[in-house]
Structure formats: C-alpha cells, structure tokens
C-alpha cells in the first residue's frame, strides 16, 4: 500500500485512500467512488507522510512469521542511574511524574510508571530503528489506577504516526491489560515508541507500563527458499492458470489481447496492456487487477474464489517464480509489428511539408491550366487520352449541382448555351460562386464530415440547443469565402481569441454536435468516450489522421505512439461534457449568450420590470380576495386552490361583500396574469458551445488500455511525434475561463507549415468535383490510405490553397476552369481496358445526385422548391406514421413542417439521431454518429419504392401536373416537353415527348384516368428517369 | 463505374449491389473466408462492370441454423421470476439483504428482498424449473437451453438496448441482424433479409436506433413489418392498380435504357434499371408472405390469435415463421414498447406488469416453438429470447414490489438452429442478483448466434474509422459450446 502512495501519479489515489480510509482494501479499490472524486476534481493535497496503519487481517494470507523484538530493554530490568537504559521520557504538556517502579512488575522486578495528580501528556519513550515499508506490530502491559482523561488515557503509541499508530487506551483502574497496535513504517528507518500517558489531552491517576515489544510481522511468502518458491508455483499456482488462463492466452489456437501466460518470460513482457506482473511492485500487476475484477474481469467466466486470488497474489509477490521454461505457442506471425516513430516512418509522404512542385509543360492543346499540365503528364505515360470536352447542357448542369445543388432552370441553360462569349463558363462559375445557395450545398459536405446532428441519440435522444446556428454559421463562413484557417481556428478555438465574436462563440459549437449519453454507466469513462469522438473527428477531418485508433494502445498501422493520443487529448483536458444529466446541466455546460451587452442589459431591466408587473398584479389580485375569503365556506377554500375557479368564487360575492367595479377589476387583473405568463420578454439570444472547466489546466494522463481508471503515465499538449512539430504555444485566455491549449492546437493545425491540413482539405475539395480524392481515403492519409494518384498535383494545389490565403472559392474556380473538369463522361473503349476505373481522369466521372440535391431537385422542378428562406430553425418534413411508430413515443421531437416551410432546402431538414427522415436515409444521406468523408452509393429496390410510391413523390408529381396545367393549360404536348425539360435540364427530343404522350393516352384509354391523372403519373414518371438522378 | 475505392478500400461496388440481396442487399461473395479481410480489399481490384449479386453468400463452415428469431422482451423481465429459480428467496420477503446492485437507482449495497410472486415447478425430462409465468413454454423445456448467468455492460435501458442489439454501449454500429444480412446476403431478394415488428403500444426506447445498419449502408438496417396495413413502408402503388403501374415502370424503363445507351459500363444505372424490377416483384411477394388467411384454424388458435392478450403478439410469431419460411434470415419481434408498465420495466408493480407481458408472450411463444417442430424448420431456425437485463432480487423503492435494472446477471434463452435441448447453463448467487458461475457476456449470445449461422463472430469484420470493427468488439468472443449440439 505504501508504495503505491509513493508513486506520485497516483495522488489522486491517496486522496481516494483518505477519504476511504476505513473500508480500504487494496483490491477493493472501488472504482465508482473512484470517479467521483477525480471527476469533480477536488483538489486535496496531502502530506506525504508514508507511513500508514495498516490492519494486517488474516485474509491477507497464511499467518505471518514474528521476527525478533526490536526494543531494548523491553521490561525496564536495566537501569542505570536510576532509569532504564535507552529510554527516555518525553513531556509533552502538564505535570507528569516519571518513576522506575521497583515494588511491583508485570515480569522480572521493575516496570516504569507515570502519574500525575494535576494532569499530563507525557510518555515514556524508545527510539527504534525499523526497515522502511515493513509491517510491525507493538505491543505492551498495562496498568491503571484511577486514571481519567479528557482525551486518551495511557497506551502506546508511534510519535511520528501520531493518530494512525496508537493503540487502545486505557483509563479507570486495570490489572495488567495487553494492549497492541500494527502498522507499517512506511519510508522511515527510525520511529519513537512512546508509552503515553494522556495523550492529545491531560490525564490524571497512576499507569504502570510494562514488557513492551515491537515485532516485524514477516510475510511468509518472502521467506521462501528458492525449491519452496517453485514448488508452490507447480503446486499451487499453475493449476489454477492451466484451468482458467491458458486457453486464451497460450495454449488456444488464438492469443488473447497479446498475452501468453503459458512461460515466465512473455508473461512479463505482457500483452496489449503491459506487463501481466509488475515487478517493480507486484500490487500494481494487471493479473491481479483482472482477478479482482476491478478493470478487466479475468476469467470472464465467473471470479475466481478468494483464496485462489490470494494464491495468484502472493505468487506475484514473491516476483512469479515458474518452473521449467513454460511453452511458448506457435504463432501465425501476424505481418507486422507496430509501427514506432522513427527517421524511417518520419519519412511517409504525407508527413513531409508541402513544397510546391514545377508545373509540368503543356502537352497538348487542349489543356487549360496547370491541373490538365499534370493530368496529362501522367496519361502520357500511361498510353491515355483525355476525352474531349462535355456539351454546354452536360456542364451547366454539372456546374450547378456541385457548386448550389440545385438543377440549373430551362430559361438558365438556354441563356448559357446561347451565350458564345469565350468566358462564358467562367461567368458561370462566378455566378455560381456568388450564389448563397453555394454555402448551402458546401456546406453540406462539412456538416458531414463534423457529423452534424440535432439531437443526442440514446434513451432520450433530446434536442440539443440553438445547434442550427451552428449549422448557419458553416452555410454563412462558406458564402462569405473564410479563409479555410480562420475557419478551423474559430471552430477549435473561437472562444479563445481575444474578445470572441458571437460567431466565434457559435463555431465552437464544434464541440457539441456528437452524441451524449445524459445516463453512461461512468460519467468519467463517458467523458474520455465523448472526448475520443471528438479527437476521432478532429484527426480525421483537419488532418486526415486516424489518431483515435491509438486509444488503447499504440496505433497498430500509422505511426502513433498512446502517449500521442493522450498528448492530442490534453488540449481538451478542461473541456466540459455536454452536459451531466437534464437540461439545465446542458445549458450550464454548453450553451452561451451571444447577446450584445447592451441587449443583456435592456433583457435584465425587462425580466425585473415583468417581475414586477406579476408581483403587482397578484397583489391587487389578493387585496379582492381577502374580501371575498370572508364569508367562505370551507369547502370554497379548497375549491380556492384551483386557479381557473377563483373568478366564480368572486363574482358570486358581487353585490355582497364585492362591488361591480372590483369584480371587473378582477376579472381585467385575471386576464392580465395570463397574458404576463405567456409574453415574458423574449429570451437573450444562446448558442451551443464549448465551455472548459477553467484556465488552470487539469493533468492528463495516458489511459492503459483506454480504461478511464487504469491511470498510466502523466503527459503534456504536444502534436503528433511523427510529424516533428513545434513546441505548442499555449497562452491562457484573458477572461480565465479556459486554458488556451485549444488555440494552440488550432494554430498549429491552421498552419502552413503543417503538412496535412491543406492537402487533406485540397482533396476534399477535388473529391466533391470529380468524384473521388487524388489521395481516394480522404480522411486517412496514413499508412492505411490509398495513396495518392497525383502527388505533385495534391502538392501544387495545396501550395496554391494556402498561398491563396486558404481561400476556398478560388480553388473551385482553378479545377472547374480546368479542362480536365469539363471533359466529358463518356466511355472509350480503349481507355476504358487501360484504366477501367479512370485513375488517370481520362474522363469526368458520373455521379448520382445525393440525397439533398433528389429531393432539393424535385421541389425545384416542379416550382415549390422555397429556396428563398435560408438559416434559422431547422424543417421538419412528414415522416409517415409507420416510421414514427417505431419510436418508444411516436411523434416526439418531430414537429411535421407544412406549407412553405416543408418546402425549404434539404440542408435545414432536422437530424435526429434515432429518426432519419427515411426518404433520405434510402439515398445514403451520412450517418450522423460517425465522422462521414464519403457518402455510400447505393442502388437498392427500397429508393424505387420510394420513387415510384411515396406519399413525398405522389404529391410532388401532382404539384408539378398542376404547375404545368396551369402554365400551359390544355396542351399535352408542350406539357410534356416542359416537364422533361425540367427534369432533364434539356431540350426533350421528339421521341421522348411522343412516349409520354402515348404514356397519357393510354392511361386515358386503358386506366380510367383523367387529363390531370395521366399528367401527374407522367410528372412521376419523368422524375423517376436515371437522367434526372444521375449527372453525366 | 466511377472510382472502384471509397474511404478505407471498401468498394464501390460492394454497396452498389445491395439491391442484390433484396432489401437488406448482399456483401461480397468469397468475403469470408479465412483471409476474410484480405479478401474483402483484393476484391476490389477486380473491375467487372457486372455480376449477379443474387446468390446468397457462402458460410465459413456449415451453418446449423438458416434465419433467426429474435424474441426482445423489451424492458428487462425478472430472471428470478421466470426461468431461474432461487428457492433461497422463498419466505424471505421484506428481508433486508447485504447484496451490491446497479440500476437506474444507482449503486446500493444493501436492499429488501422481493420474493419471487410466483410458484416454479419442475417440467420436462430436464426437471427444469419454470414458474407459472410461462406454463405454455414450460412444456418445451426439452428444447431450449437456459443461459442463467448473462451479463451485460449497462444497466440502463438506451444503452443496454444498443449493446444487446449491437455489441457496443455507444450508439452508432450495426446491429446483429445486419451484420448477418452484411455477412449472409439473403436467399429470397424478394423480401427483406432483416425485418423487425413492433409492439402495438409503439416501439422501444432509441427507436429505429435498434435496427440501424450504424456506420453500414442504410441497405443493411431492417425494415419494419407491420401486422395490420400495408406490410412494408410505400410497399404498395399509391392511387393505382398494378396493371397501371407496370404501365409506369414499363415507360420509366425506356426512358432509362435509351439513356444507358451510351454510357452502357455504368453498373449503377444497370443497378438501377433492375431495381424497379425488384420493387415491382415484391409487391407481390410481400403481402403474400403476411397473407394469414391460407393458415388452418388450428394454427392460428395454436399462436392465441384467438386469445385477446396472446393475439397481436402470436400474429407476429406466425408472421416470423412464415417470413422464415421464406428465406428472411433474421426476423425480431418486440415484447413491450413505450415506457414503464408498457413494457416488461417492472419498476411499480411487478405482478402486474409481468402477468401483462408473459400472458400476452408465453402462448404464442411455446407455439412457435411447436410450429417449427412440427414443420420441420426447427433444426435451421434459431429462436432466441430475452431482455437487454434482467431485474433485481430488492425492491427499488421502500414500498411495492418493483424491481430495478440488472445488467450483473440474468437469463435468456434459444432452442432450435441446432442449440442443445434441455440444458441450462451458468448460475447467478442465491440472491440471483450476479451471474457467478460461467459469466455469459452479451457478445457471448452473439458470437453463439452468428456461429450457428456459420459465421466465425472474430472473422467476420467490416473497416471503418480507421478499424475492423466486429460485432464482438475488438476482443473478440467465442461461442458459447455448452449451448451447441
């Protein structure tokens, strides 16, 4: 026990220790008072001093062993000038007398004696010299006279232990009493046995003291000889490891977390978690915390007895004595080892800082900028030829939906093919750019990858507060074209700038929009689970790194040590949870005002005026009713509780003891109560954010195997090893209430020196473009990502992002203009055998339309898209009534829009984690639990279900048959050609106009359907074409 | 085909096909074999603009069991009141007990004992004992095998409902019947690999989050199975007759094949185009397969449909069995939905609460059991039962006889599929309140599962986040082989 205190890491354990003193058990460490203390981080300092009591109870193992007695002249026999040898008396307070007793003794002829007639604290003592971190125990006879005290009587006691090495005092009278006391010496090597009389008090009377004692309680274990040690192993310790370990962890066709037990040497090499035994001091040793249950639970199958467990404990004390050499399994090698951060590892190429490469020459005509330069360098090589460019229909079509997401109207793509300017296209992208339905569809593409969702899953999967700004604020920051290092910065760190803004505070909202368990089983573990998600999205999304995976241990693929994870994590050390449990906790913990000051204070003066007012109010209220309360009969008193039957009991009493004009009055301040409930002054403006638990920054340590209770060792913010970082430059904020760790790192990751940031945010913007990454794992460009296919071209465009001022728009601008954008989809045989899967770009890759540009699309054909109304509080379209049945309470939480509002762009639709609106859950919207950086792509019969049978798409297809009918009123024809031309974003050719006519007319002849009938189900035809759905 | 790479190496076209497998879709063929991940890349360096997804996939080894029954009885029913039998308890009612308990009352050490408000009577050849909560199922004894001593990590229910449905107490991953459906594929594309019915008094708590596909397509979640109505969400033509839609689909199809003309080595519009087939098929297929009126009489009086209380949820037990029947690899059904007394949360009165859920249960279960039997379906049809917890031996509260959460120890069983009849395993203390001996974790019952299936639950991995993830977790599980014939 003493020398788990010793090690300072583990003061918090001492602390825990403290406070638990009495129940304290080594191996009962308990693991739920445990989290208590350290999550509400009280901070207790203590006073180091080792040396504790211990209560050495026979559980603990077989009896112990007595060595000799290290008191001299333990029975006072020898005296010399009249008092025993080697003993001195000590006078602590008062009047004590000090004698040597010859006329009685307990053994041999004299005892000592002290009395006192007016009171004394005072003892005799011995000096004794004792092995540090041994256990004793003291033990003396006592007798007693007529003693009284106002605290102890007489006993014995260890100085320096004071309250925690004392024995059982005695007072009264008593015949010689044995009185004994254990503990450990903790680090001392000399303590002063004292016989006190009086202790932390006074006492009066006569005690004689006696045949004192202080004995080493050996362990038995430790006096084991060498054949002893093995042979209690073989014995003893073996059956029960062959019994309950080895299968999984030796003798079994698969090894368990690592660790093989069945030889002495890997046992102490360990698994994944460390060491099995802990040499240094055996206490600590995972296998005795795994049959303890107290993290790992080993065997799963049941806990072993108690003294099994004492058996593996003591065998682990005496340091895991084996047998023979054990047996080591064959293993399958299993490829690799992990990883360690090196000059080698150092080396991968994305690690490296971005220089920008030579643009290569052109090659061709064709080209249009320096994208198509390195496009084609490599296709040269390759045998490939780039298509040639796409038709004007095919590029504004593209056009529009990758940069607004909306298709383009026939009046638009008419006024673009007409237009034969040589910088047609480029207006177009400028157009496009300016449009704020931009920010709306990038938008999209972060709130992916930040896992964006308004509500927290689990039980109660309740709202989170104001997250739509949040929202907002990404649609706004994409418009405005924020440079991209501002953006991270204000997302990691907003609130840690020098006078945040209002969209500061909204950014770190960042920080909130994971999911929140308000009832984990460990608040603590929840903390580091909660914070894991949040490094998960940060290392992914910012860095492309996959540093979560180094939770439990060293990342087993990239190279990233534990310590980097815990390194990473300790820059969110003081970040608060959502919340604790309920609302109030949530607003407490992640919510602000973003109020002005002027705001907050006109909001204050108005909440006391409306104070008032109801104070006022209820008086005059009152004043009437003590009128009418006079003459109540009792059963009117209680009738009196109920609020809505107040008014009766007083307009009976009109003409009474109540006039008219006080009844009016009453019935006036009634009504005015009512409306003072319901119009209180609107509520100061919030929004969800990040709060830390203060400047002064908590410890972070690493967590062994990601258990929030198995502290390992203690680690400070640094970034990642491998990418030899700069120190971080934290700077506490100036208003104190965080520890600026946060800034550092959004600093370091905004850097242009930082290797990863532009390049991972380069190819996020050319994977929205051309469908796929030049790095294709765009969230991991690790050891485990693909590599890219077009290194210099990453380089150069990441050279050009940040030397662009980390402007967004302007690269779009550089890789649409670039002929390699505008090249057409179509197949070519050749090319197609050389590179089947175009990693060359050799053509543009076709896509389908996502989820939000469908169903944005389909409103926008048929004229209801309400794409004027933008931010604010979030949609909620109709979820059929099957789908709600499967929530625990139908219908909560979902406040079906109607009207324009159901209309608005697929961005507002509301996310609740447990209910995904199902029309865009078919189509693969993201997942919002995890970090999404490429949506699925799927084609299955429930998207045609849903097309063809949907109560979305049966109403839609009638508010487009209307449309038409009332654009162009009885004329099938031009009817038909204008939806296809809608839908299609093209001049509908012949044919197709013929089919649908013939379509209207045989659904007219055959299926009794009226003009409007057979138009709408044509109108659901045409929306149901692969050319509406898919881009060429 | 565009790129063949998505985020991690997973192909592109492993998610295309989902329309394979039906709803729920298929997973690449040859993906579980023993260098099951290595696969699963390599595969995508092929490029075949085409191929037919139908086939159900192959088993790493034999499977015993074809589909699964999940019977959840939502809210968490009384081990100690049904199947696990603690005389020790009996006379013992109001006693105060040093016992350590973990519920959403938080942890206690000590509690008032609330003696099991039932009698237990031995039963079978096997002597089980089984209280007069299930007399019906108690007849069956012979065929199911008790696990008394199953653990889980939460006691509460958000989390202990994912974790008995996903593996994992954190919300986000897919749930078992997905991860069959994503390692199986299903054998009739016709109808959903995954389906799960709901109780009438609405669903559980996190919803849809139970059936979630997770970080997995949405192809691979279940669809919900409605007794009553339209079987399946937009299954049916809205405002016309199926001649007239197969007019619509029939002038879709030409538009669509004109177009793929020349973009003909785009699989996604080929996927797209048979799709509509599909959707069409199964709008026969489906109401068919929920079509009761071609059961006897004696079949449906055999699942209580005859029974007021047994009614809706022996309608549901049939409608497994004949979705089974039909090649649906995992079917769940919920007991209970809502909250408290709506479902087995026995917080208030415990007698009449689980009265309530065990009467409305315990017939159509014991039915399906001899429906399957007399069937021969038995031996390929895993049917699973239990709770995302069991309930405590104390009383929650000073007064009544409401039992709180236990996520320490309780009991679940499966018959059929080729589980061993007759045994019990694992044992909670005499209390019942902890499983002491052969502790049973949740992902224990899960790689059971999946074993019966013929799928090895520490081979069977998806990549996500940087990770293989497993429905067993990164540790892994063993099947449970006391339990398996």
């Not at chain 1, 290392?539 to 990473?568: E, V, W």
């Not at chain 1, 949609?875 to 509002?901: A, C, D, F, M, V």
């Not at chain 2, 139908?54 to 009384?78: D, N, R």
Request: proline share 5%.
């Amino acid at each position: 026990m003493s020398a788990l205190l010793q090690l300072s890491w583990r003061v918090i354990a001492a602390v825990f220790f403290l406070l638990q003193y009495k129940q304290y058990r080594m191996r009962n460490f308990k693991r739920s008072s445990f989290v208590f203390i350290t999550l509400f981080g009280i901070a207790i300092s203590i006073h180091a001093d080792d040396s504790v009591v211990t209560k050495l109870s026979s559980s603990d193992g077989p009896k112990r062993k007595l060595g000799p007695n290290i008191v001299k002249n333990p029975s006072f026999e020898q005296i010399e000038n009249g008092k025993p040898t080697g003993w001195k008396t000590s006078t602590w307070g008062g009047e004590p007398k000090y004698e040597v007793e010859r006329s009685f003794a307990r053994t041999g002829a004299t005892c000592v004696k002290i009395s006192s007639a007016s009171g004394a604290n005072s003892s005799w003592s011995f000096p004794l010299t004792v092995k540090p971190k041994t256990d004793y125990r003291a033990s003396a006879w006592i007798k007693t006279s007529n003693v009284d005290s106002t605290n102890y009587g007489a006993q014995i006691n260890l100085h320096e232990l004071q309250l925690r090495a004392k024995s059982d005092s005695l007072k009264g009278d008593n015949g010689w009493t044995r009185i004994s006391v254990e503990f450990n010496s903790g680090d001392r090597t000399a303590l002063l046995l004292n016989c006190t009389f009086g202790g932390w008090g006074s006492a009066t009377g006569e005690a004689w003291f006696d045949d004192l004692e202080v004995v080493e309680l050996i362990d038995p274990v430790l006096v084991m000889t060498v054949d002893e040690k093995t042979e209690f192993f073989e014995k003893k310790v073996k059956p029960i490891l062959e019994k309950n370990c080895f299968e999984c962890h030796g003798s079994g066709d698969e090894i368990r977390g690592g660790l093989i037990m069945t030889n002495r040497e890997d046992l102490l090499k360990g698994g994944d978690s460390g060491p099995a035994i802990d040499l240094r001091d055996y206490k600590d040793s995972i296998l005795l915390s795994a049959v303890n249950y107290e993290d790992y639970e080993m065997p799963p199958t049941g806990q072993l007895p108690a003294d099994q467990i004492q058996i593996l404990s003591d065998w682990a004390k005496l340091g895991a004595p084996w047998k023979g050499k054990g047996t080591r399994p064959k293993l399958a090698d299993s490829g690799h080892s992990v990883p360690e951060v090196n000059e080698e590892t150092k080396k991968w190429w994305s690690y490296q800082k971005v220089t920008r490469p030579e643009v290569p020459a052109a090659i061709t005509a064709k080209t249009k900028n320096e994208i198509d330069y390195f496009i084609q360098q490599v296709q040269v090589g390759k045998g490939l030829k780039p298509n040639p460019s796409a038709t004007k229909e095919v590029l504004i079509r593209r056009a529009y939906y990758d940069l607004i997401g909306l298709p383009p109207s026939p009046e638009q793509v008419a006024a673009f093919k007409n237009d034969q300017s040589p910088d047609a296209w480029e207006k177009l992208i400028d157009e496009l750019l300016a449009s704020k339905h931009y920010g709306e569809k990038w938008g999209r593409h972060w709130l992916d990858l930040v896992r964006f969702a308004e509500s927290n899953s689990y039980e109660r999967d309740g709202p989170k507060p104001f997250v739509w700004r949040y929202r907002d604020y990404v649609i706004q920051s994409l418009n405005d074209d924020k440079p991209y290092d501002q953006f991270v910065i204000e997302q990691l760190a907003g609130d840690e700038k020098n006078e945040p803004s209002r969209e500061d505070i909204i950014a770190t909202g960042y920080y909130r929009l994971g999911k929140w368990d308000d009832e984990p089983v460990s608040q603590l573990q929840a903390w580091y689970d909660d914070m894991d998600d949040v490094i998960l999205t940060t290392g992914q999304s910012f860095l492309g790194m996959t540093i979560n995976c180094a939770r439990c241990h060293d990342h087993k693929i990239d190279p990233i040590p534990q310590a980097d994870y815990y390194s990473f994590l300790s820059f969110f050390r003081n970040v608060k949870r959502y919340g604790v449990r309920g609302h109030n906790t949530v607003l407490d913990s992640s919510v602000r005002t973003i109020a002005s000051k002027e705001d907050a204070i006109k909001y204050q003066a108005e909440v006391k005026k409306h104070q008032e007012d109801i104070a006022d109010n209820n008086k005059a209220m009152a004043a009437i009713e003590k009128i009418a309360k006079k003459d109540f009969i009792p059963v009117e008193f209680e009738e009196f509780k109920n609020e809505n039957r107040r008014i009766d009991l007083v307009k009976k009493r009109v003409g009474k003891s109540i006039t008219q004009k006080q009844f009016d009055d009453y019935r006036e301040m009634t009504k005015r109560k009512r409306d003072l409930r319901r119009f209180k002054p609107a509520a100061l403006e919030s929004a969800l954010c990040v709060k830390e638990t203060g400047s002064k920054p908590t410890d972070t340590f690493i967590m062994i195997r990601g258990n929030a209770n198995a502290k390992g060792e203690k680690v400070e913010p640094s970034f990642p090893s491998v990418l030899s970082p700069p120190e971080p430059k934290i700077k506490p904020t100036a208003e104190g209430l965080s520890t600026g760790r946060r800034m550092a790192l959004a600093k370091w990751i905004a850097s242009k020196d930082n290797p990863l940031t532009a390049r991972v945010m380069v190819n996020r913007i050319w994977q929205h473009h051309f469908g796929r990454g030049i790095v294709k794992s765009t969230s991991d460009f690790g050891f485990q990502g693909d590599l890219p296919t077009h290194p210099k071209l990453l380089d150069w465009l990441a050279s050009e992002f940040t030397a662009g001022d980390w402007k967004i728009k302007r690269m779009h601008k550089l890789m649409m203009m670039s002929a390699t954008y505008q090249m057409s989809s179509a197949p070519n045989e050749v090319a197609l055998k050389a590179d089947p899967v175009n990693d060359y770009f050799w053509r543009f890759n076709m896509r389908r339309l996502t989820a939000e540009e469908i169903r944005d699309s389909v409103l926008a054909v048929n004229h209801s898209l309400n794409k004027e109304k933008m931010y604010g509080q979030s949609i909620y379209p109709k979820i059929p009534n099957e789908i709600l049945q499967g929530q625990s309470r139908p219908g909560e939480h979902w406040h079906t829009s109607s009207g324009p509002e159901a209309d608005r762009r697929s961005v507002y639709i509301s996310i609740k984690r447990s209910l995904p609106v199902p029309f865009m859950a078919s189509f693969d919207v993201a997942d919002p639990d995890s970090s999404c950086p490429v949506r699925f792509n799927t084609v299955q019969p429930t998207q045609a279900l849903a097309m063809i049978n949907s109560e979305f798409m049966n109403e839609e297809a009638k508010v487009f048959a209307e449309y038409l009918q009332k654009e162009i009123p009885g004329n099938p024809s031009e009817q038909v050609s204008v939806a296809l031309s809608r839908v299609l974003q093209r001049m509908p050719n012949k044919s197709e106009v013929e089919r649908g006519l013939q379509l209207m007319n045989e659904l007219k002849t055959n299926d009794k359907a009226d003009d409007r009938e057979a138009l709408r189900l044509f109108c659901l035809v045409s929306l149901n074409l692969n050319e509406f759905l898919f881009l060429d | 085909m565009t790129d063949k790479k998505n985020f991690c190496g997973r192909m592109r076209r492993e998610f295309m096909w989902q329309a394979g497998g039906g709803f729920a879709g298929t997973a690449l063929s040859g993906m579980l074999g023993d260098n099951f991940f290595a696969n699963q890349t390599q595969a995508a360096d092929t490029d075949e603009t085409w191929e037919n997804p139908l086939a159900p996939k192959k088993t790493q080894f034999p499977a015993k069991a074809k589909s699964v029954i999940f019977l959840f009885m939502y809210g968490g029913p009384s081990h100690i009141d049904t199947f696990d039998y603690k005389p020790d308890l009996i006379g013992r009612d109001n006693q105060t007990v040093k016992v350590k308990t973990f519920g959403r009352g938080g942890h206690k050490n000590e509690g008032r004992i609330v003696e099991p408000r039932w009698k237990f009577k031995q039963h079978g050849e096997s002597g089980k004992w089984v209280s007069s909560l299930f007399p019906n199922v108690a007849q069956h004894v012979d065929d199911i095998a008790f696990v008394h001593s199953m653990t889980a990590d939460s006691p509460i229910h958000g989390s202990a409902m994912l974790q008995m449905n996903s593996g994992e107490i954190l919300s986000g991953s897919p749930c078992l019947g997905s991860w069959v459906n994503y390692g199986l594929g299903s054998v009739n594309q016709n109808l959903p690999g995954f389906v799960v019915m709901l109780d009438k008094r609405g669903g559980p708590i996190s919803g849809p989050k139970n059936w979630s596909a997770g970080y997995m397509p949405a192809s691979y979640q279940a669809t919900m199975l409605r007794s009553k109505g339209t079987p399946i969400l937009d299954l049916q033509p809205r405002g016309v007759g199926r001649a007239t839609q197969r007019k619509l689909l029939d002038a879709i199809q030409k538009y669509n094949k004109e177009h793929i003309l020349d973009r003909g080595n785009n699989s996604d519009l080929a996927a797209r185009i048979a799709s509509y087939e599909l959707a069409y098929k199964m709008q026969a297929t489906a109401p068919e397969a929920v079509d009761l009126s071609k059961e006897t009489a004696a079949t449906k009086k055999m699942y209580g449909l005859e029974d007021r209380n047994a009614e809706y949820f022996g309608k549901q037990c049939l409608l497994a069995r004949r979705m089974v029947e039909r090649g649906v690899r995992f079917v769940q059904i919920y007991s209970g939905g809502n909250h408290n007394d709506a479902n087995w949360d026995a917080h208030g009165d415990l007698k009449h609460n689980h009265d309530l859920h065990a009467g409305e249960t315990d017939q159509p279960i014991a039915a399906l059991i001899k429906d399957l039997k007399a069937r021969g379906m038995f031996d390929e049809t895993l049917v699973v039962w239990g709770g995302e917890f069991g309930r405590q031996p104390t009383a929650e509260y000073a007064k009544g006889t409401g039992r709180d959460h236990n996520a320490y120890g309780f009991t679940m069983f499966m018959a059929g599929g080729g589980i061993k009849g007759g045994v019990s395993v694992g044992k909670t203390d005499e209390l019942g309140s902890k499983a002491i001996e052969d502790r049973f974790h949740v992902r224990r019952i899960h790689a059971t599962i999946l074993h019966q299936m013929g799928i090895e639950a520490n081979k069977l991995t998806y990549f996500f986040g940087g990770l293989d993830r497993k429905l067993v977790g990164v540790e892994g599980a063993k099947p449970i082989d006391k339990l398996i014939s």
